[in-house]
T-cell receptor, first 111, second 119 residues
Framework: QKEVEQDPGPLSVPEGAIVSLNCTYS??????FMWYRQYSRKGPELLMY????GNKEDGRFTAQVDKSSKYISLFIRDSQPSDSATYLC???????????FGGGTRLMVKP | GAVVSQHPSWVICKSGTSVKIECRSL??????MFWYRQFPKQSLMLMAT?????????EQGVEKDKFLINHASLTLSTLTVTSAHPEDSSFYIC???????????????FGPGTRLLVL
């Protein structure tokens, strides 16, 4: 079993839809939780980060962490075709620098 | 914002040759840099952690004699793929951690990646 599980998709939604992306993990030591967006043939771009449990909102993006369930989510409101990309969750423990990535979910937003 | 560059962005080489990839933090100092490889439609796989002034730490299964890492300064790390073979063809991505880490910010920034094709 992988340390971080993420549905690979692809997830196809119409423009304007609310998108929900999720990851589950098994390591209870993880404290920092990140979401990266990666366009084809580009490096990952940090979208959101959250420390420990809770919600964080930034524009159309909301990140949620539920440590009791070992479950994190990224919500995208009013999705746009430009949101079409692969979304990677990543996490690390309190002390380490090393990120553990999920496999990525490919999202397609159709106009 | 913090910017990490990689050079070259893509390279094609013959089997048996060596290829050097540079990773630079442009507006911050990075005591730690990471090297990943990514195969098509797969996630990033950490290859090694590079600390300035010391030897890199390689992940299990990564040959340190094949993937040479040099972190000579606080803004530059290089990955050399020695005696490259077609199976080394991949997308190589570096990331750099800002040395001015404070509080609970995420301070690891990724480069744009280098696409390597070995013929």
């Amino acid at each position: 079993q992988k340390e971080v599980e993420q549905d690979p998709g692809p997830l196809s939604v119409p423009e304007g839809a609310i998108v929900s992306l999720n990851c589950t993990y098994s390591n209870s030591a993880f404290q920092y939780f990140m979401w990266y967006r990666q366009y084809s043939r580009k490096g990952p771009e940090l979208l959101m980060y959250t420390y420990s449990s809770g919600n964080k909102e930034d524009g159309r993006f909301t990140a949620q962490v539920d440590k009791s369930s070992k479950y994190i989510s990224l919500f995208i409101r009013d999705s746009q075709p430009s949101d079409s990309a692969t979304y990677l969750c990543a996490m690390r423990n309190n002390a380490g620098n090393m990120l553990t990535f999920g496999g990525g979910t490919r999202l397609m937003v159709k106009p | 914002g913090a910017v990490v560059s990689q050079h070259p962005s893509w390279v094609i080489c013959k089997s048996g040759t060596s290829v050097k990839i540079e990773c630079r933090s442009l507006d911050f100092q990075a005591t730690t840099m990471f090297w990943y490889r990514q195969f098509p439609k797969q996630s990033l796989m950490l290859m090694a952690t590079s600390n300035e002034g010391s030897k890199a730490t390689y992940e299990q299964g990564v040959e340190k004699d094949k993937f040479l890492i040099n972190h000579a300064s606080l803004t530059l790390s290089t990955l050399t793929v020695t005696s490259a073979h077609p199976e080394d063809s991949s997308f190589y991505i570096c990331s750099a951690r800002d040395a001015r880490t404070s509080g609970r910010r995420e301070t690891q920034y990724f480069g744009p990646g280098t696409r390597l094709l070995v013929l």
